[in-house]
C-alpha cells in the first residue's frame, strides 16, 4: 500500500507525473497538494481529476498551520516535492514570492514529513544549482553548487535544506536535479510552448540576445521516469542528475518549431538578454543510469514533433491560459466540491 502526497501537482511537471504513475498502478492512492498559483492549472488534470485513488487539497507550502489543516486525516506514506516558483524571468523581476515557496514552502514540507514519519521524500531540483558551463564539460553530483539567478539560489537554498534534514535527523529524502524539460501542459512562458504558441498566432518569437545558449532538453516523461526510478530504487541521502542528453542552441530550438509549425523565420526577433543568461547547462547522468537503470528513451526531434502537435490539438488550453480564461476553472467547477476554499 503506497500512498504519495505530491506537491505542484497541478503544474506542468507535477500534472504529468500524478497522471503517469496513477496510469501504471504504482501507487494505491495520490493526494495532490498545490496553491493554483498562476502557473498551476487543475485543467493540466483532465483525466484524473476524478480519480478515485487522486486528492486534490488546495494549500499554500509555505503556510504551515494551513498546509497542516488541509492533510489533517489524510494518510501518505512518501512525499513527492514538485511545488516552486519556476521562472527565471520572474525571478528576476521579483524574488520575495522564490524565498517564501521554494526556501520556506520546502523547510514546511520537511517538518511536516518528519512528524508523519514519512519513508520516503523526493525533492524535485534542478540542473540551475551548478550555475553555468562554458562550451566544454557536464553538471555532475559533485559539481560545485554556484547558482546564477534568484530563482536557481531558492533551488539550491531547498537543496541544501534538504541535505540538512539528511544529516541532521537521518530523513530519508533523496534529491534529483534535472535539466529543462519540454511536453505537453508546460505553461506558455517557457521557451517551447511560448515558441509553440506565437508562431500558431503568427506573433514574434523573442530570442534573448544573441540566441546561442545552450540547453539540455528532455521529455517530461524521460523527466517523470527517472523521478520514479529514484523514488523506487534510488539511495536516501543521494542526489540524482536527469537529463536528456540532447544539446541545443536556442535558436536552433525555436527554428525547428518555425519548420514544423511551416511558418517563416522572420517571425524570429533578437530581444535584449535575459540579465545573468546562463549560457550553458548539460547534464551527466551516468549515476541515475548506472544505479538506477533509468536512461532518457524520447529522441529530442520525435519528442518536439509529438509536442508540437500536441499545442496545435490543445489550442483551447493555452488560449485559456494566453487570455487568462483557465483562471476562472477552479472556481467554477471545483471550489464548491471541497467546500470553497
Ligand atoms: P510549474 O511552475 O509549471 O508548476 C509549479 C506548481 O507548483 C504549480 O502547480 C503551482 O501552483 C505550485 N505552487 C507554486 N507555489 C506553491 C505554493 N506556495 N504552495 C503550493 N503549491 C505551489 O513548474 P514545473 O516546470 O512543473 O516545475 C516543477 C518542479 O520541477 C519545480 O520544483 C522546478 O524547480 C523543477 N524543475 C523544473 C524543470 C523544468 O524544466 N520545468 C527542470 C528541472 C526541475
Ligand atoms: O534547467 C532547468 C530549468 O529549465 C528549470 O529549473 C526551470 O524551472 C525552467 O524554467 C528552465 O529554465 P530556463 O531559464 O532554462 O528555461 P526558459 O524556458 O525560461 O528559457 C530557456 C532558454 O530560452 C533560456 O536560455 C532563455 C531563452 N529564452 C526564453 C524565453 C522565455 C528566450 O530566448 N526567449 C524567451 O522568450
Known amino acids: 500500500m503506497t500512498s504519495i502526497l505530491v506537491t505542484g501537482g497541478a503544474g506542468f511537471i507535477g500534472s504529468n507525473y500524478v497522471r503517469r504513475i496513477l496510469a501504471s498502478g504504482v501507487a494505491d492512492s495520490v493526494v495532490n497538494l498545490d496553491a493554483l498559483t498562476y502557473s498551476?492549472?487543475?485543467e493540466n488534470l483532465d483525466g484524473v481529476l476524478d480519480d478515485p485513488r487522486h486528492r486534490f487539497v488546495k494549500a499554500d507550502i509555505a503556510d504551515a498551520p494551513g498546509v497542516d489543516s488541509a492533510l489533517g486525516g489524510i494518510d501518505f506514506d512518501q512525499v513527492v516535492h514538485f511545488a516552486a516558483e519556476s521562472h527565471v524571468d520572474r525571478s528576476i523581476e521579483d524574488a520575495g514570492a522564490f524565498l517564501r515557496t521554494n526556501v520556506l514552502g520546502?523547510?514546511?514540507?520537511?517538518?511536516l514529513a518528519r512528524r508523519r514519519g514519512v519513508t520516503r521524500f523526493v525533492?524535485?531540483?534542478t540542473d540551475e544549482v551548478y550555475g553555468a558551463l562554458g562550451p566544454t564539460g557536464l553538471f555532475s553530483e559533485t559539481t560545485p553548487l554556484s547558482p546564477n539567478s534568484p530563482y536557481a539560489a531558492s533551488k539550491a537554498a531547498s537543496d541544501l535544506l534538504v541535505r540538512a534534514a539528511i544529516h541532521t535527523h537521518g530523513f530519508p529524502a533523496l534529491i534529483t536535479r534535472c535539466s529543462n524539460n519540454y511536453g505537453p501542459y508546460q505553461f506558455p512562458e517557457k521557451l517551447i510552448p511560448l515558441m509553440v504558441s506565437n508562431a500558431l498566432e503568427d506573433r514574434p518569437l523573442p530570442v534573448y540576445g544573441d540566441g546561442m545558449q545552450v540547453r539540455d532538453w528532455i521529455h517530461v516523461n524521460?523527466?517523470?521516469?527517472?523521478?520514479e526510478a529514484?523514488?523506487?530504487?534510488?539511495r536516501v541521502g543521494e542526489v540524482y542528475n536527469l537529463g536528456g542528453g540532447n544539446e541545443r542552441a536556442n535558436i536552433q530550438v525555436v527554428k525547428a518549431i518555425l519548420a514544423a509549425t511551416s511558418k517563416p523565420e522572420s517571425?524570429?526577433?533578437?530581444v535584449a538578454d535575459r540579465l545573468g543568461h546562463d549560457r550553458r547547462y548539460a547534464i551527466d547522468a551516468t549515476k541515475a543510469e548506472t544505479e538506477l537503470g533509468w536512461s532518457p528513451l524520447v529522441?529530442?526531434?520525435?519528442?518536439?514533433?509529438q509536442t508540437i502537435d500536441w499545442y496545435i490539438s490543445n489550442r483551447r488550453w493555452w488560449e485559456r491560459i494566453k487570455s487568462g480564461a483557465y483562471l476562472e476553472f477552479y472556481a467554477r467547477h471545483y471550489a464548491a466540491r471541497l467546500g470553497g476554499n
Open 40 to 42: 498551476g492549472n487543475l
Open 267 to 270: 517571425l524570429i526577433r533578437y
Open 222 to 227: 524521460d523527466h517523470c521516469d527517472g523521478i
Open 123 to 125: 525533492h524535485v531540483s
Open 106 to 111: 520546502t523547510q514546511v514540507l520537511l517538518d
Open 230 to 234: 529514484v523514488r523506487q530504487r534510488g
Open 299 to 305: 529522441s529530442f526531434e520525435a519528442g518536439l514533433a
